[in-house]
């Protein structure tokens, strides 16, 4: 098993990584500090894992909760079916929550425990290619809203991420090349050299072979937890890892939540970056079809649906990025350096948004 560090002073916490974590027990025991917990999952990966995990945990009270699944129930309304469970259990301040699952599951557990008699304890144990290299890492929890994507949320640190690869195998083609999207995403926002590696290894990041599956979710983990020690609550840096994430929000929120896997959006929203980093003189024409090409070889959209200029500047204009109006963008300033910039221009931004 191979162990992370996300440096953040007292906040500081382990990500252990491994092809199998079925004897992790101990791991996990030595982070559940009360002699309560609740585990949440949802109604697909339950069946899978939760038997085995719980069998994993030994505390006086150990109760469990199965959510709908689905990017549409990442709302208020199941986050409200958490508080129900912990109260009606009479779960204490001591308890902690575990979240087995994807990044919805993450996301709502996450910010269950934030907002829980004012802060509880959490475990992310990611099960999803996307929820292992992103979003179980870095304390961003949230729930959507009808007018906005993640919009009322919380930062709100696990105690430790428990990463097992081989929960990867059952996952559907179309959610694990979802998640390849965030794993392209290190590499054109900071990391030339793993872009390249991406390049040449894609094929048996596809055929999901261990080691570099292993090699790929290790290095977005250590990129990230870089990051997230930097800047814990963006306020600089930490906004690179939007790449893409703005045009991608607008994609979600316009299509409906889930009809576009947000890794698909995100996807389609990096090619739109890469876009208007070209028109702005800022990468060349190769490296930009070197950026469409990646994105293509692993099997996801390099353009948005069919949307006005109108449609993404208003839901982009709610995006969190957004300053006193004025929407700020993730763009390239070369393959594997991103910059956060409002200085593109209107006429250029139309343009990527409505190529002719
Ligand atoms: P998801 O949680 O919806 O999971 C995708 C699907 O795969 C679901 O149907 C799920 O039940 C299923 N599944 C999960 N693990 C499985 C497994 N091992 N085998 C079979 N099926 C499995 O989606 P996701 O892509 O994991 O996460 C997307 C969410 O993450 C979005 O809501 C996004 O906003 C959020 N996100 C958050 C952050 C953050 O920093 N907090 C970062 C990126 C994304
Ligand atoms: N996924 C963006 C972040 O964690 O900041």
Redesign the pocket.
């Known amino acids: 098993m191979n162990v992370l560090n996300v440096s953040l002073d007292e906040r500081s916490y382990p990500i252990f990584i491994g092809c199998s974590l079925r004897n992790s027990a101990d791991s996990l025991m030595s982070y559940i500090k009360g002699d309560q917990v609740l585990v949440v999952s ?4 339950a069946p ?2 939760l038997e085995n995990l719980l069998k994993n945990i030994d505390v006086a009270k150990l109760d469990t909760l199965v959510l709908p ?3 549409q129930y ?1 709302t208020m309304e199941t986050l409200n079916t958490i508080f129900d469970a912990l109260l009606a259990e009479r779960h204490d301040r001591s308890t902690t929550l575990i979240a087995l ?7 709502i557990t ?1 910010f269950a425990a934030a907002c829980y008699q004012r802060g509880v304890n959490f475990i992310q144990i ?3 290619l ?2 292992q290299v ?2 179980s ?2 304390g ?3 729930v ?1 809203h009808i007018l906005g ?2 919009m009322i949320g919380a930062f709100h640190q696990p105690q430790c991420v428990l990463i097992d690869i081989s ?2 195998q ?3 083609e179309r ?1 694990y090349r ?2 390849l999207a ?1 794993v392209i995403k290190y590499g054109l926002i900071t990391d030339l050299e793993f872009f390249v590696w991406l390049e040449k290894n894609m094929s048996r990041l596809l055929t999901r072979e261990d080691d570099a599956v292993l090699y790929a979710v290790e290095h977005s983990c250590r990129l990230k937890a870089h990051v997230v020690s930097t800047d814990e609550r963006e306020s600089g840096l930490r906004a690179i ?1 939007n790449l893409g994430h703005t045009f991608g929000h607008a994609i979600e929120t316009h299509k409906g939540y889930g009809k576009w ?3 698909e959006a995100v996807a389609a929203g990096m090619c739109m970056a890469s876009d208007l980093s070209k028109r702005l003189g800022w990468i060349s024409d190769a490296d930009h079809e070197r950026v469409i090409a990646l994105i293509a070889k692993a099997g996801l959209p390099t353009a948005p649906p069919e949307m006005t200029t109108e449609q993404f500047l208003t839901l982009m204009a709610v995006d969190k990025k957004a300053l006193g109006g004025q929407v700020r963008l993730v763009l390239l300033e070369r393959l594997g350096q991103a910059v956060v910039s409002a200085d593109y221009g209107e006429k250029l931004l139309a343009a990527t948004l409505s190529p002719s």
Do not use: F, M, Q, R
Request: hydrophobic share 30%; proline share 4%; aromatic share 2%.
């Open positions: 949802n109604e697909t990966i899978l894992y699944d689905g990017e990442k699952g994807g990044g919805v599951v993450g996301d996450g990611p099960t999803t996307l929820a992103d979003s890492v870095g961003k929890t949230a959507n994507k993640n929960t990867l059952s996952l559907p959610e979802a998640g965030e890892l896997l947000h890794g």
